[in-house]
């Protein structure tokens, strides 16, 4: 019986694997137009870095598109654009909207990621995730990011399988900007994105758990 209980609490002790993966986007600014806040500090030619993480298996298929659609762990997104930041995602999103990354695969015919406050659409109004930033019109600043890819690029919708390096090898489009009412305002010169997965262990039972069996 102890033998039994034994090996039930090393099964439970061997960590489990918790996939996180995380998204480095790298860019440079092209122009800026902002002349108000902490983005009127921001000159052309300036580095743009914006990194989050999502969960692997948390996500939502399109019915319609060949996409899937991961929640941006909000707490995790930093957005430095030269000495400015890092700026962070407005917490709770406008209308309590969820900010998404976007995994494209045949859709129909191109790859590629972006990021929405819609798990299917990208080019509409009010998409856009919003900055913690007051925008000169709208209430808040927000940021366009999209890159499309050659079909061939992926494999398929799963974000485990997108790790890896993208640059312009098989780029075929890019819109990554800050808007403010749908308006560009500080356009970003795309340069590469970075997804790599970071295995998370956590322990489900101790070694002295173990041990009280034999006292």
Sequence with gaps: MRFAMLMLFLMLAIPAAAETVRVEFIANVEYNLINQGIFDEVNSQDDVRMTFTVDSENYIDSANYGVRAYPINMASYELTIGSVGPVALLDPQPQGLTPYFVVRNADPVADGFFISNSPEELYCYGCQ?????PGGIDPYFSQMWHVGYEGSTLD?????????TYD????????????????????????????????????????????????
Excluded at 129 to 133: A, D, K, M
Excluded at 158 to 163: G, K, N, R
């Design 129 to 133: 995730p919003s900055l913690n930033v």
């Design 156 to 164: 398929s919708l799963d974000i485990l399988e997108a790790v890896g």
């Design 168 to 215: 312009y090898t098989g780029l075929t489009s890019y819109y990554c900007t800050i808007q403010d009412m749908g308006m560009d305002t500080m356009e970003h010169w795309y340069q590469y994105t970075v997804i790599s997965a970071e295995t998370v262990a956590t322990e489900n039972a101790t070694w002295d758990g173990v041990k009280t069996l034999y006292r």
